[in-house]
T-cell receptor, first 109, second 112 residues
Framework: TQLLEQSPQFLSIQEGENLTVYCNSS?????LQWYRQEPGEGPVLLVT?????EVKKLKRLTFQFGDARKDSSLHITAAQPGDTGLYLC?????????FGKGTLLTVNP | DADVTQTPRNRITKTGKRIMLECSQT?????MYWYRQDPGLGLRLIYY???????NKGEISDGYSVSRQAQAKFSLSLESAIPNQTALYFC???????????FGAGSRLTVL
């Protein structure tokens, strides 16, 4: 089983602050995805990173895939209350996705 | 209508009862999945299917069974429910060759 470790597990910050969530593994993945889940809903894909060292930006969110394709980070600039939710990373290997346990982010106004 | 629809959304049952959770999709995807989500444990794969009649075990298949009789439908059954099967269950679909999962809204199951 490929284990994906996410940190921190919980994060509570004030509106306007920056934050980074980490996703680490000892396994190499062909791609890594980040999902966001809101209460009462299923996870929704934010981004897929495929190439080692790849950086993708989605408005205030910046995603990075490690050079060795074993780890990834999600950085949010100037967090807003609407960013509140559970952030999940998922690594793909042999057409199977393995999910991390998630980071529960709360952005307080 | 949602791309992936799960029914029921909420269910409370008793130990030993048989339960079926249904999933239907309008995306025309070949691949369908059932995941279980527990607080602090993330999403764990129960079963998946790459085509009609194709069934594959995931990491936590014990105590569960599935049926894929049509491309658009994938049902999950608990033959004899037990309390530690209390969880939020998600169905997801995926297009062949793509690496994006589309999730349903979830089915919350409570076993008393």
């Amino acid at each position: 089983t490929q284990l994906l470790e996410q940190s921190p597990q919980f994060l509570s910050i004030q509106e306007g602050e920056n934050l980074t969530v980490y996703c680490n593994s000892s396994s190499v993945f062909s791609s890594l995805q980040w999902y966001r889940q809101e209460p009462g809903e299923g996870p929704v894909l934010l981004v897929t990173v495929v190439t080692g060292g790849e950086v993708k930006k989605l408005k205030r969110l910046t995603f990075q895939f490690g050079d060795a394709r074993k780890d990834s980070s999600l950085h949010i600039t100037a967090a807003q209350p609407g960013d509140t939710g559970l952030y999940l990373c998922a690594g793909e290997k042999n057409y199977k996705l393995t999910f991390g346990k998630g980071t529960l982010l709360t952005v307080n106004p | 209508d949602a791309d992936v629809t799960q029914t029921p959304r909420n269910r409370i049952t008793k130990t030993g009862k048989r339960i079926m959770l249904e999933c239907s999709q309008t995306k025309g995807h070949d691949r369908m999945y059932w995941y279980r989500q527990d607080p602090g444990l993330g999403l764990r794969l129960i079963y998946y299917s790459f085509d009609v009649k194709d069934i594959n075990k995931g990491e936590i298949s014990d105590g569960y069974s599935v049926s894929r009789q049509a491309q658009a439908k994938f049902s999950l059954s608990l033959e004899s429910a037990i309390p530690n099967q209390t969880a939020l269950y998600f169905c997801a679909t995926r297009d062949t060759g793509a690496n994006v999962l589309t999730f349903g809204a979830g089915s919350r199951l409570t076993v008393l």
